[in-house]
């Protein structure tokens, strides 16, 4: 079986600032992690969410100068939150600023509640996915264009006319992009014409196994090659040595260990959750993005770099 690539992923808008994020991805990057990813929402989902929420690409832009060789990405923009110029400029910007280690999560949007909260427009599901599709047209059309050249494009949702397409990312032909999310038609197709990794998040194993069927069935059926694709899956991460540690931890998020145990693979002491990550890898993952829900619980991301990731990675 190949190595499993592993990644350090947080929720900032559950209530952590820029410091706490900082300290994730250097402790991240220390212990051997290939990359930190962080969600683009402006509402925590619980909780009071104090101090509030940061924003993912001005907060990966001071992380960009702050570290030296962790990749860094977003699970997942969102697609409402920008208009697609202003965002191949700031993920082009932050490609830069970091030297080329920028993955380009992006989806849809789905959040109804921080949309009202931020003055953000939330359209129907449909029509978001339109967007979605016309922003990533945009986005690749303008990293794309070659330097000197200018960038036409007219979609039902956006126009652009005469653009010089500048500034271009570090990485060429731009940074790997992620699609992810359950969607049995449009999501699989658009992975397939755009994406170089699919993600799945906290699915069982049949949901997972079916999805990445779907998708690997777009990318056949899109001409690529079977190896073009990479397939990911996030799991929340609640590892300890013991029962009591591993108690403490999740009492840490509010969850029960019973619940998370049978939610998330990565749940147990590590002997544990090797042996329960062993069907996904086998179904085809080739990624994990460990979901660190307390972040201010760097040891347990220490733990689980020195205990599972060497057994599998």
């Known amino acids: ?80 939150f920008r208009y697609p110029g202003p965002l191949a ?9 970091s030297g080329g280690r920028v993955e380009f999560g992006i989806g849809a949007g789905w959040f109804e509640a921080e949309h009202r909260a931020y003055a953000i427009p939330f359209p129907a599901l449909g029509e978001r996915f339109d967007r979605l599709t016309e922003q990533l047209e945009v986005i690749t059309g303008l990293w794309d264009t070659p330097p000197g ?19 271009k990312p570090v990485q060429t032909p731009h940074p790997p992009i992620l699609i992810g999310g359950g969607g049995a038609k449009r999501t699989p197709a658009l992975a397939a014409r755009f994406a170089t990794e699919f993600n799945i998040p906290f699915v069982p194993l049949e949901t997972l196994t079916a999805q990445y069927a779907r998708v690997a069935a777009a990318v056949e059926k899109a001409g690529r090659a079977t190896d073009s694709m990479t397939y990911s899956a996030a799991f929340v991460l609640c590892v300890g040595r013991d029962d009591a540690e591993i108690a403490r931890r999740a009492g840490a998020i509010g969850r029960e260990v019973d619940e998370l ?37 760097l040891d347990h991301i220490e733990f689980a770099a020195a205990q599972i990731v060497p057994q599998l990675g």
Not at 18 to 26: E, K, P, S, W
Not at 89 to 97: G, K, L, R
């Open 261 to 297: 145990r049978s939610n998330s693979p990565a749940v147990g002491t590590p002997a544990e959750v090797i042996d329960k990550l062993g069907p996904f890898l086998e179904a085809g993952v080739q990624r994990i993005y460990l979901q660190v829900l307390d972040m201010s619980d």
């Open 89 to 97: 400029i700031s993920v082009a910007q932050v490609d830069e600023m």
């Open 1 to 80: 079986m190949d190595p499993v690539d592993f990644r350090i992923f947080v929720e900032p808008q559950q209530g952590a600032g820029y410091a706490d994020q900082l300290a994730v991805a250097r402790t991240a990057e220390s212990a051997g992690y290939s990359a930190f990813f962080r969600s683009d929402h402006y509402l925590a989902m619980s909780g009071d969410g104090l101090p509030g929420p940061t924003d993912s690409w001005v907060t990966l832009a001071g992380i960009a100068r702050e570290t030296s060789t962790i990749r860094l990405g977003t699970m997942v923009t969102s697609a409402t």
């Open 149 to 167: 050249q200018t960038f036409d494009y007219t979609g039902t949702h956006y126009r652009v006319a005469d653009s010089p397409a500048l500034p």
